[in-house]
């Protein structure tokens, strides 16, 4: 989880066409981590407009104008760069123009194309490669490349139609095809002097030069672009093409001869996974029940380059499954991945009917069963371990099943068989028919859909037991909430998100992917999991927003979780809204700018629940809009963002045990409170003075500054110069978790830090660059670390849990 941070605000980043879209959001990443960062574009306005924007965020940004396709703006960049900053630690060279629109492919502007695309970043990497330094690290190149530039794209086969060039964008993917070749010669040419060249494809990202169509947002491009950027000097390869965005897909055991089906695939996250897969090189085969839907699936995919076989297969009907084996076994004869993606529900959410449980039961676990049974004989185990992906759900895991007799039996894995799951469905449909199904205890949230799921996992796990150690691996994923039209659109996570995890678990390394498994949410990583339905968290302020996602998270991984606000009614809204998704949660009405209701809230929840295990402070309050800093309710923010939690976090002390595991306090902070943001020398150097830090030092900082607020002269002494008094109130919560870490070091408690980053919540007006959903599944990855794992008086910053640094 943790990248080992070799970088200082000495190392210097250069990143091309910076101005918006990817190379945007990596100067913003590439900032915030605290490297010296260079934003090139060949429009000065534009630039200067784009480093506005990250002042406003606290970032500092240098602006150079460079036009990669103009030599003389090159050798002017160059002279300017080497007078000011005269070394060179990283180049993202991102600068790149196509004319065409999604599905066209003209070659009028080929030798700009080439010359933007190409020689400019070629031009510009040799006039500064005399910079590069390699005494402190590695030194290195990403060039942002892309999948229609791989060299297998060019089949010459035989005036450009005819001769064998790339048939997708021709002139950009030509473009890339250079860059890629000439990035290996560079890679073979510096191999062992301190320099790693390395190409990266971001994927179908949402730019101008997609027109906003792509199935990737510019930050998640540039989370994992910053990631492979900044690997450990032990780590960081030289001469690779890294595709899509998960850097960990590069332990590639696969290739084109690897075949993967996945059902249901015309849409939703079956779509996103055939093009995540296809993406990565594999053979893919997108199975649809309609026809004409399926064929259009595969001709969207191909317009971007991708190579996907249709087969028609309706997973209900036997026929159809039949008839698909029997073509399939024809055409490939063998088989590496199945994903069973393929399901139906007739239920909105927050309904419940069951006249169509046959219909469910047939297509969602029967559907699957048949196929998997048909295509055992073609999976192969020889070149790697064979992989079945059962696209699940949290509503089939067995604890919903509140029946003991059935729960008994499918949680009695030594005599589980097929028999007993059928009767099982027999029992649950008689049931149905008889209208008694409700107080039977089968499954309270779409019971039918439930039972399905409830199934597929019972069979999974026969599978994966009768299989275990014959090379195939059998394992359940439950996605989360996913906008799809089983939910109308209305989930909290894309079906782009899911298929990447999903993806990334299918894709697994054969020595470490396991079987038997149940892999809930849009992480891989949870599954290493430590707490139980036993296991309490807390989250402040959490009727909206992160707070609120946050609670989804921990509660859709099976913990008792308190959601806690001020405004009972929207607590009580919030709580609703999850009982519909099939979570319980715990509401407490708490205000923590106020005393009394602290002591009333500690005083209820250690009545109820008496012990504790995580406690997320994520409460807090700004009143100055994006650009504004005003400090008029300057003691209300500190207030409310810093005394608040520090009494709730004391008041809870007692409450938390740390027999069962270690445990964990997250404080919600910001890259604002950072201590380099003071620029008050004094005030710094008692925040950066460890060893004699008290919390009496930082009430004494707190009420210089409020002194200075209420003299109207706080802008002239030296406090943050963003959001001065939300800053302030987390550099004193930032300074207060380094004396809880200090104090509890050792004794079975962990205390740290986490900014998500620039999020679209109520505070920033919904302006923001990260959804809430991916800062609550980075905070909860962080605040489930395995105890052996994790660190105390860490700030980890934005949303990624690979970077962090010490408070």
Same mark, same amino acid.
């Given at each position: 989880?943790?990248?080992?941070?070799?970088?200082?605000?000495?190392?210097?980043?250069?990143?091309?066409?910076?101005?918006?879209?990817?190379?945007?959001?990596?100067?913003?990443?590439?900032?915030?981590?605290?490297?010296?960062?260079?934003?090139?574009?060949?429009?000065?306005?534009?630039?200067?407009?784009?480093?506005?924007?990250?002042?406003?965020?606290?970032?500092?940004?240098?602006?150079?104008?460079?036009?990669?396709?103009?030599?003389?703006?090159?050798?002017?960049?160059?002279?300017?760069?080497?007078?000011?900053?005269?070394?060179?630690?990283?180049?993202?060279?991102?600068?790149?123009?196509?004319?065409?629109?999604?599905?066209?492919?003209?070659?009028?502007?080929?030798?700009?194309?080439?010359?933007?695309?190409?020689?400019?970043?070629?031009?510009?990497?040799?006039?500064?490669?005399?910079?590069?330094?390699?005494?402190?690290?590695?030194?290195?190149?990403?060039?942002?490349?892309?999948?229609?530039?791989?060299?297998?794209?060019?089949?010459?086969?035989?005036?450009?139609?005819?001769?064998?060039?790339?048939?997708?964008?021709?002139?950009?993917?030509?473009?890339?095809?250079?860059?890629?070749?000439?990035?290996?010669?560079?890679?073979?040419?510096? !191999?062992?002097? =301190? &320099?790693? *060249?390395?190409? /990266? #494809?971001?994927?179908?990202?949402?730019? %101008?030069?997609?027109?906003?169509?792509?199935?990737?947002?510019?930050?998640?491009?540039?989370?994992?672009?910053?990631?492979?950027?900044?690997?450990?000097?032990?780590?960081?390869?030289?001469?690779?093409?890294?595709?899509?965005?998960?850097?960990?897909?590069?332990?590639?055991?696969?290739?084109?001869?690897?075949?993967?089906?996945?059902?249901?695939?015309?849409?939703?996250?079956?779509?996103?996974?055939?093009?995540?897969?296809?993406?990565?090189?594999?053979?893919?085969?997108?199975?649809?029940?309609?026809?004409?839907?399926?064929?259009?699936?595969?001709?969207?995919? !191909?317009?971007? =380059? &991708?190579? *996907?076989?249709? /087969? #028609?297969?309706?997973?209900?009907?036997? %026929?159809?499954?039949?008839?698909?084996?029997?073509?399939?076994?024809?055409?490939?004869?063998?088989?590496?991945?199945?994903?069973?993606?393929?399901?139906?529900?007739?239920?909105?959410?927050?309904?419940?009917?069951?006249?169509?449980?046959?219909?469910?039961?047939?297509?969602?676990?029967?559907?699957?069963?048949?196929?998997?049974?048909?295509?055992?004989?073609?999976?192969?185990?020889?070149?790697?371990?064979?992989?079945?992906?059962?696209?699940?759900?949290?509503?089939?895991?067995?604890?919903?099943?509140?029946?003991?007799?059935?729960?008994?039996?499918?949680?009695?894995?030594?005599?589980?068989?097929?028999?007993?799951?059928?009767?099982?469905?027999?029992?649950?449909?008689?049931?149905?028919?008889?209208?008694?199904?409700?107080?039977?205890?089968?499954?309270?949230?779409?019971?039918?859909?439930?039972?399905?799921?409830?199934?597929?996992?019972?069979?999974?796990?026969?599978?994966?037991?009768?299989?275990?150690?014959?090379?195939?691996?059998?394992?359940?994923?439950?996605?989360?909430?996913?906008?799809?039209?089983?939910?109308?659109?209305?989930?909290?996570?894309?079906?782009?998100?899911?298929?990447?995890?999903?993806?990334?678990?299918?894709?697994?390394?054969?020595?470490?992917?396991?079987?038997?498994?149940?892999?809930?949410?849009?992480?891989?990583?949870?599954?290493?999991?430590?707490?139980?339905?036993?296991?309490?968290?807390?989250?402040?302020?959490?009727?909206?927003?992160?707070?609120?996602?946050?609670?989804?998270?921990?509660?859709?991984?099976?913990?008792?979780?308190?959601?806690?606000?001020?405004?009972?009614?929207?607590?009580?809204?919030?709580?609703?809204?999850?009982?519909?998704?099939?979570?319980?949660?715990?509401?407490?009405?708490?205000?923590?700018?106020?005393?009394?209701?602290?002591?009333?809230?500690?005083?209820?929840?250690?009545?109820?629940?008496?012990?504790?295990?995580?406690?997320?402070?994520?409460?807090?309050?700004?009143?100055?809009?994006?650009?504004?800093?005003?400090?008029?309710?300057?003691?209300?923010?500190?207030?409310?963002?810093?005394?608040?939690?520090?009494?709730?976090?004391?008041?809870?002390?007692?409450?938390?045990?740390?027999?069962?595991?270690?445990?964990?306090?997250?404080?919600?902070?910001?890259?604002?409170?950072?201590?380099?943001?003071?620029?008050?020398?004094?005030?710094?150097?008692?925040?950066?003075?460890?060893?004699?830090?008290?919390?009496?030092?930082?009430?004494?900082?707190?009420?210089?500054?409020?002194?200075?607020?209420?003299?109207?002269?706080?802008?002239?002494?030296?406090?943050?110069?963003?959001?001065?008094?939300?800053?302030?109130?987390?550099?004193?919560?930032?300074?207060?978790?380094?004396?809880?870490?200090?104090?509890?070091?050792?004794?079975?408690?962990?205390?740290?830090?986490?900014?998500?980053?620039?999020?679209?919540?109520?505070?920033?007006?919904?302006?923001?660059?990260?959804?809430?959903?991916?800062?609550?599944?980075?905070?909860?990855?962080?605040?489930?670390?395995?105890?052996?794992?994790?660190?105390?008086?860490?700030?980890?910053?934005?949303?990624?849990?690979?970077?962090?640094?010490?408070?």
């Amino acid at each position: 989880m943790e990248l080992f941070r070799w970088w200082s605000k000495d190392t210097i980043a250069i990143v091309t066409g910076a101005n918006k879209g990817i190379g945007f959001e990596l100067v913003r990443r590439l900032a915030g981590l605290g490297l010296t960062v260079i934003l090139t574009a060949r429009d000065i306005e534009r630039g200067h407009r784009a480093v506005e924007t990250l002042k406003d965020e606290g970032l500092d940004v240098h602006f150079f104008c460079l036009d990669v396709s103009d030599p003389s703006s090159i050798k002017a960049f160059v002279s300017s760069f080497k007078q000011k900053f005269g070394v060179m630690d990283i180049l993202v060279n991102n600068a790149a123009v196509s004319f065409n629109a999604i599905g066209e492919n003209r070659v009028v502007h080929a030798e700009t194309v080439i010359k933007t695309n190409f020689f400019g970043p070629k031009m510009l990497t040799q006039s500064l490669l005399p910079l590069f330094r390699r005494s402190s690290s590695i030194a290195r190149i990403l060039n942002m490349s892309s999948r229609l530039g791989t060299f297998d794209v060019c089949e010459f086969r035989g005036d450009w139609e005819s001769r064998g060039w790339p048939e997708i964008w021709t002139d950009y993917a030509m473009s890339k095809v250079a860059l890629n070749a000439y990035s290996r010669i560079l890679a073979k040419r510096y !191999k062992g002097q =301190g &320099l790693s *060249v390395n190409c /990266f #494809c971001p994927g179908y990202v949402q730019t %101008s030069m997609t027109r906003g169509t792509g199935t990737r947002t510019p930050e998640l491009a540039a989370t994992v672009g910053a990631s492979l950027a900044l690997l450990p000097p032990k780590e960081i390869p030289t001469g690779k093409f890294f595709m899509g965005c998960s850097p960990t897909v590069n332990s590639r055991w696969w290739s084109k001869d690897t075949i993967a089906i996945v059902t249901g695939a015309n849409k939703g996250i079956g779509f996103e996974l055939v093009r995540r897969l296809a993406g990565l090189g594999l053979t893919v085969i997108l199975t649809a029940r309609d026809i004409e839907r399926g064929h259009r699936a595969v001709e969207t995919l !191909k317009d971007e =380059g &991708l190579d *996907v076989h249709f /087969f #028609c297969l309706d997973v209900s009907d036997p %026929s159809s499954i039949k008839a698909f084996v029997s073509s399939f076994k024809q055409k490939f004869g063998v088989m590496d991945i199945l994903v069973n993606n393929a399901a139906v529900s007739f239920n909105e959410i927050g309904e419940n009917r069951v006249v169509h449980a046959e219909t469910v039961i047939e297509t969602n676990f029967y559907g699957p069963k048949m196929p998997t049974q048909s295509l055992l004989p073609l999976f192969r185990r020889s070149s790697s371990i064979a992989r079945i992906l059962n696209m699940s759900s949290r509503l089939g895991t067995f604890d919903k099943v509140k029946n003991p007799g059935v729960r008994e039996i499918l949680q009695d894995e030594q005599n589980l068989t097929e028999e007993r799951i059928d009767n099982i469905l027999k029992v649950f449909l008689d049931n149905v028919k008889r209208g008694d199904w409700e107080s039977r205890g089968w499954p309270e949230i779409w019971t039918d859909y439930a039972m399905s799921k409830v199934a597929l996992n019972a069979y999974s796990r026969i599978l994966a037991k009768r299989y275990k150690g014959q090379g195939l691996s059998v394992n359940c994923f439950c996605p989360g909430y996913v906008q799809t039209s089983m939910t109308r659109g209305t989930g909290t996570r894309t079906p782009e998100l899911a298929a990447t995890v999903g993806a990334s678990l299918a894709l697994l390394p054969p020595k470490e992917i396991p079987t038997g498994k149940f892999f809930m949410g849009c992480s891989p990583t949870v599954n290493s999991r430590w707490w139980s339905k036993d296991t309490i968290a807390i989250v402040t302020g959490a009727n909206k927003g992160i707070g609120f996602e946050l609670v989804r998270r921990f509660a859709g991984l099976g913990l008792t979780v308190i959601l806690t606000a001020r405004d009972i009614e929207r607590g009580h809204r919030a709580v609703e809204t999850l009982k519909d998704e099939g979570l319980d949660v715990h509401f407490f009405c708490l205000d923590v700018s106020d005393p009394s209701s602290i002591k009333a809230f500690v005083s209820s929840f250690k009545q109820k629940f008496g012990v504790m295990d995580i406690l997320v402070n994520n409460a807090a309050v700004s009143f100055n809009a994006i650009g504004e800093n005003r400090v008029v309710h300057a003691e209300t923010v500190i207030k409310t963002n810093f005394f608040g939690p520090k009494m709730l976090t004391q008041s809870l002390l007692p409450l938390f045990r740390r027999s069962s595991s270690i445990a964990r306090i997250l404080n919600m902070s910001s890259r604002l409170g950072t201590f380099d943001k003071v620029k008050n020398p004094g005030v710094r150097e008692i925040l950066q003075d460890e060893q004699n830090l008290t919390e009496g030092r930082i009430d004494n900082i707190l009420k210089v500054f409020l002194d200075n607020v209420k003299r109207g002269d706080w802008e002239s002494r030296g406090w943050p110069e963003i959001w001065t008094d939300y800053a302030m109130s987390k550099v004193a919560l930032n300074a207060y978790s380094r004396i809880l870490a200090k104090r509890y070091k050792g004794q079975g408690l962990s205390v740290n830090c986490f900014c998500p980053g620039y999020v679209q919540t109520s505070m920033t007006r919904g302006t923001g660059t990260r959804t809430p959903e991916l800062a609550a599944t980075v905070g909860a990855s962080l605040a489930l670390l395995p105890p052996k794992e994790i660190p105390t008086g860490k700030f980890f910053m934005g949303c990624s849990p690979t970077v962090n640094s010490r408070l």
